[in-house]
């Protein structure tokens, strides 16, 4: 999608100057660095954690980010870090699922589809929320599935969804998912 993360802005100059600093010192204490020239940092986490959970490693992925739910397996797991008041999360299949309404994690990304990500600025369909989206998913299997039998959706959403505004939607997202 051209658009995805276009309205990212800059990044600050603190975290410039600290990142090569922070280098220096995992180098020190001989920790590894990953790195892959062209690809986001979440790109390499969570290629390395889904390798390391079909390798049969318990692996968590640190990070509040609602992108990563797509990624949870039984032995691929989240842990958000607590913030404020809010303790850490440990968050697995069941946990992403409760938490969605849904059937597998996987169905998380045709979530964000649905809704939009403001972060990423994908636009998602114009009036369909998370609670929408998380509605659809438990009805439908996939974005996909959505577009093969409509029949469930009824009235503006319908038209919104087939017709008038997620054209975006299946024309980036479908064509290039995974």
Do not use: W
């Amino acid at each position: 999608y051209p658009q995805y993360k276009a309205q990212r802005e800059e990044t600050p100059e603190d975290i410039r100057f600290s990142v090569p600093v922070i280098k220096d010192i995992l180098r020190a204490y001989n920790i590894t660095i990953l790195e892959v020239p062209g690809y986001e940092a979440d790109d390499v986490i969570g290629t390395i954690a889904l390798q390391a959970g079909n390798q049969g490693m318990l692996t968590y992925m640190m990070t509040p980010d609602k992108d990563y739910g797509q990624l949870v397996r039984d032995n691929v797991l989240i842990y958000k870090p607590g913030l404020g008041n809010k303790p850490a999360e440990k968050m697995g299949p069941a946990e992403i699922c409760a938490k969605y309404g849904i059937k597998s994690p996987k169905q998380v990304i045709d979530i964000l589809g649905l809704m939009g990500d403001a972060v990423d600025n994908v636009p998602g369909c114009p009036g369909v929320g998370e609670k929408t989206a998380c509605t659809l998913m438990q009805t439908y299997d996939s974005i996909e599935q959505i577009y093969e039998d409509p029949s469930h959706i009824k009235g503006k959403l319908r038209e919104k969804i087939l017709f008038v505004t997620c054209a975006v939607i299946r024309k980036y997202y479908i064509d290039n998912k995974e």
